[in-house]
């Protein structure tokens, strides 16, 4: 079997190639900040992160029920059940052609390993991926923020000035390998991204995030 080695932001990773004999098996990997749209189509969305058994987006991207195909085109799996405003998760439960990993996507070839989803206080620094606007950073302005949408309103979320746009929805926002939470609104005029904090996201349906 031949292994090799990628460096991950500092963190050294192990892969290991699929002997000859199971080539015809091809599976996928699931990663935080990779695109993927619910049919019928409600637009491209970004994953969050991955959980056992799939992963989880934002509750504005899908409706429970619906099918999903990833990036590639494949068919990605299912959404078991979405929450919009409270909680504005959903989470999506991947087939045999996926494997969800806890890795965020940083858009150049490499990634990120989630290590935890310790909050980071406000001040810090952190990155967003998103499908369309790719690998962002920027700060952490403040907790606990209300959101007021049409639908409803949010309580909870966290302000950051990162820059986001249509298709980033579901990003997660990542901060020193803790995963912070996942893009449920933005303004691209001033900059401003507002994320669901990831413990809320799996508290609500109690799903337990994948670490690397």
């Given at each position: 079997?031949?292994?090799?080695?990628?460096?991950?932001?500092?963190?050294?990773?192990?892969l290991?190639?699929?002997?000859?004999?199971?080539?015809?098996?091809?599976?996928y990997d699931?990663?935080?900040?990779?695109?993927?749209?619910?049919?019928?189509?409600?637009?491209?969305?970004?994953?969050?992160?991955?959980?056992?058994g799939?992963?989880?987006?934002s509750?504005?991207?899908a409706?429970?029920g619906?099918?999903?195909?990833?990036?590639?085109?494949?068919?990605?799996?299912?959404?078991?059940?979405?929450?919009?405003?409270?909680?504005a998760?959903a989470?999506?439960?991947?087939n045999?052609?996926?494997?969800?990993?806890?890795?965020?996507?940083?858009?150049?070839?490499?990634?990120?390993?989630?290590?935890?989803?310790?909050?980071?206080?406000?001040g810090?620094?952190?990155?967003?991926?998103?499908?369309?606007?790719?690998?962002?950073?920027g700060?952490?302005?403040?907790?606990?923020?209300?959101?007021?949408?049409?639908?409803?309103?949010?309580?909870?979320a966290?302000?950051t000035?990162?820059?986001?746009?249509?298709?980033?929805?579901?990003?997660?926002?990542?901060?020193?390998?803790?995963?912070?939470?996942?893009?449920?609104?933005?303004?691209?005029?001033?900059?401003?991204?507002?994320?669901?904090?990831?413990?809320?996201?799996?508290?609500?349906?109690?799903?337990?995030l994948?670490?690397?």
């Open positions: 079997m031949i292994r090799s080695l990628l460096v991950l932001s500092g963190t050294l990773v192990a290991s190639a699929a002997p000859a004999s199971a080539a015809a098996a091809v599976t699931v990663r935080g900040g990779d695109a993927f749209s619910a049919t019928p189509s409600s637009g491209r969305c970004t994953i969050g992160f991955s959980v056992r799939g992963y989880i987006t509750g504005r991207c409706r429970a619906q099918s999903v195909i990833g990036y590639n085109g494949v068919a990605q799996g299912t959404v078991q059940s979405t929450t919009f405003p409270v909680n998760v989470w999506v439960k991947t045999s052609s996926w494997r969800p990993r806890g890795l965020v996507n940083r858009h150049d070839g490499t990634f990120v390993a989630v290590r935890g989803a310790q909050a980071a206080p406000v810090s620094a952190a990155c967003m991926s998103g499908a369309v606007s790719r690998w962002r950073c700060t952490i302005l403040a907790r606990n923020v209300t959101i007021n949408f049409p639908e409803g309103i949010l309580y909870g966290i302000r000035n990162i820059c986001a746009g249509p298709g980033d929805l579901g990003a997660p926002l990542i901060a020193n390998g803790q995963a912070q939470g996942t893009l449920v609104a933005a303004s691209s005029s001033s900059c401003a991204a507002y994320f669901l904090p990831v413990s809320e996201a799996l508290a609500a349906y109690g799903l337990v994948l670490t690397e």
